[in-house]
């Protein structure tokens, strides 16, 4: 078995490249890794559940845990929007033999890589072009035209450091997209 310690998969992405399907994909394809659930101060979606999907706190105990060196990073995503991995979070991972997959943003995945160097791998994922990340936001319905542009210019900005990431998938066909991803991790997995 590789040995699993101390290793982390981060993978990346501005908001509507097709991450979050990608990451369920590969966890549904690899036994051996386990998706490392963030820490947030957003409220809970329909559906989401505290410790499942993410670990959702108050913006108050977000700052103790802050406080408490409780985190590997975090950051402020947006305004009043904290985002964070936590240190017990990976530990518990680990402890289970496993490797952690962190699904992060941009400057969360920065933070890691700078941590964790070559214990690492970091995978960039884009759409095939800013309009078609727009396309993908405005029909999932979830964006106001204020969060659409915060989003699209976010997406700009993080789109600048796709070069500091061990690789990249530009993710204009999803099958091919999980495909590589799949094979990345694999080469991965082999060289630990």
Avoid at 5 to 13: D, L, W
Avoid at 50 to 78: C, K, P, T
Avoid at 116 to 124: D, G, I, K, S
Avoid at 182 to 191: C, G, I, T
Wanted: glycine fraction near 6%; charged fraction near 25%.
């Amino acid at each position: 078995m590789t040995n699993t310690q101390g290793k982390i998969i981060v993978v990346t992405a501005p908001s509507g490249s097709g991450k979050t399907t990608l990451v369920k994909q590969l966890l549904a394809a690899t036994s051996n890794i386990t998706f490392s659930i963030s820490a947030c101060t957003r409220k809970p979606r329909a559906g989401e559940v505290h410790g499942v999907d993410y670990y959702f706190f108050s913006e108050d105990e977000f700052r103790n845990l802050i406080d408490q060196d409780a985190f590997i990073e975090w950051e402020m995503v947006y305004a009043g929007k904290y985002y964070g991995t936590l240190k017990s979070e990976l530990q518990r991972i680990w402890d289970n033999g496993q490797l952690p997959l962190v699904d992060i943003d941009v400057m969360g995945a920065l933070n890691i890589m700078n941590k964790y160097h070559n214990q690492c791998l970091t995978v960039f994922i884009q759409a095939p072009s800013i309009e078609e990340l727009r396309n993908r936001l405005i029909n999932r319905g979830t964006e106001t035209p204020e969060s659409l542009n915060e989003r699209v210019k976010k997406a700009e900005f993080e789109q600048s450091y796709s070069g500091q990431f061990n690789k990249i998938i530009v993710n204009d066909n999803l099958d091919k997209a999980a495909e590589e991803l799949k094979a990345m991790v694999a080469e991965f997995l082999e060289n630990s």
